[in-house]
């Protein structure tokens, strides 16, 4: 993990709603005040964030041990944060996730072969050599664009 790369949480959505924010309306309201619909996805929820903690203890139980594994994966799936919330190399640390920082040059090498396409809107960028500002450019005066007039 490079320096200034980030992770995010694995905490499942359904369509534009987390997982957990869908079963906190179960907690916080009585059952006959929430519809059909609400029930039906809470139920959805439950079984989505039951297989990312799966999933995720499962990647995780190798390197740091089954009950540190299923703590993580709580973390990372419970909705603890916003699905966009980055986790720095130095968080993921205190999660107690194996992180290292130590990139070889051959990683970048390799990610310099496969140049990202240009995103319609907002993004990161990996930039392999830095950026150099570009020239901005100016309309030219009114006086030389009516010379051109014919």
Request: proline letters at 9%.
């Amino acid at each position: 993990m490079n320096d200034n790369a980030v992770l995010g949480p694995v905490d499942p959505q359904l369509g534009q709603q987390p997982a957990a924010s869908i079963l906190k309306v179960l907690e916080r309201k009585p059952i006959g005040e929430i519809d059909d619909e609400t029930i039906v996805l809470a139920d959805i929820s439950e079984k989505a964030i039951r297989q990312v903690k799966t999933t995720v203890t499962g990647l995780l139980r190798e390197k740091m041990g089954e009950e540190r594994a299923r703590q993580v994966a709580e973390k990372l799936s419970m909705g603890t944060w916003t699905h966009d919330y980055p986790i720095s190399a130095e968080e993921a640390r205190e999660l107690g996730l194996p992180v290292n920082t130590d990139m070889p040059n051959e990683v970048y090498q390799l990610m310099g072969l496969y140049p990202q396409t240009s995103q319609r809107r907002p993004s990161v960028e990996y930039i392999p050599v830095p950026r150099v500002r570009e020239v901005e450019r100016r309309p030219a005066p009114a006086s030389s664009r009516q010379a051109n007039i014919k």
